[in-house]
């Protein structure tokens, strides 16, 4: 059995006392949702402070990316060194950072590599655009991203797989339940190709793209859907919580 998790990207958004304000407002309830993971990456400025908020809870931390070095001259870089002394998770290849600061298949290879190298467990993002999406070229594009992001990578110990098509990200237009279930699954037989069917069944796969607490439920009764990605949802503490105990209660089933 697979724990889902719930996972909240909360982009370049909240200032420290903004974090805070976050934090405080829903650590509580939070922390009594039990059956499923529940982890919060905020900005890196507000990683030290908002692990103090949470420690003793069972909420979790990531961080929104790394570089893959280690330490040194690398001016306003984070390694992951210093992440694994912060937090437990790390989101790598989001499709804005393949987007906007131009991250390649090998660059985030690196990062997977350098992640579970130090300890740190790492969300890897993959998905389709949309015109690949309308040229059906979506299994071709996740394959292939799978691929060369896990490229000499031997053990999966610890990661994790988002699935976030770029079309759905910010959009409002999420996939629907049974499109994700089936990339999912694809993306479930790629990995047990690879490596082989245990490893398949054990890693976690999350859907990410306009998950509110409207269509939550959709996804989590898909049986290949692991829990959620979570963006602009999960900036308001009510609606994060709603999205955190419908899956909590769906799979309790
Ligand atoms: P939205 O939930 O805002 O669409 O963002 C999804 C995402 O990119 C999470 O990493």
């Known amino acids: 059995m ?30 009594t949702v039990d059956g499923v993971d529940k982890v919060i990456c905020p900005p890196f400025v507000s990683l030290a402070v908002v692990r103090e908020l949470i ?16 330490k040194g001259a690398y001016t306003g870089e984070i390694s992951p060194v210093m992440l694994a002394d912060l937090c437990e998770f790390v989101i790598i290849g989001h499709s804005e950072r393949r987007q ?3 991250e390649t298949g090998e660059i985030i290879n ?3 590599q350098a992640a579970l190298k130090v300890g740190l467990k790492p969300i ?20 292939k991203q ?17 699935y976030e098509p770029v079309w759905a990200i910010g959009t409002g237009r999420a996939a629907t339940g049974k ?4 990339t999912i699954g694809l993306i479930r037989q790629t990995i047990s190709q690879k490596y082989d069917k245990k490893i398949a069944q054990n890693l976690r796969i999350l859907y990410g793209g306009s998950v509110t607490a409207e269509n939550t439920a959709e996804f989590m009764q898909q049986p290949e859907i692991d829990g959620a990605l979570v963006g602009g949802a999960s900036l308001k503490a009510n609606e994060f919580l709603s999205i955190v105990r419908q899956t909590s209660e769906i799979r309790a089933r």
């Open 124 to 143: 890897l993002c993959i998905g389709e655009r949309l015109e690949e999406n309308k040229a059906g070229r979506t299994k071709e594009v996740v394959t």
């Open 146 to 162: 799978l691929s060369s992001a896990l490229a000499k990578i031997d053990s999966l110990n610890g990661l994790i797989i988002a």
């Open 179 to 182: 499109q994700a279930n089936d």
């Open 2 to 31: 697979r724990l889902p998790m719930i996972a909240g990207n909360w982009k370049m958004n909240t200032t420290v006392g903004e974090a805070v304000e976050l934090v405080n407002e829903m650590r509580k309830e939070l922390d």
């Open 100 to 102: 906007y600061f131009n």
């Open 55 to 70: 420690k003793g809870s069972s909420i979790m931390l990531g961080a929104q990316n790394m570089y893959f070095e280690e």
């Open 110 to 112: 690196k990062k997977v």
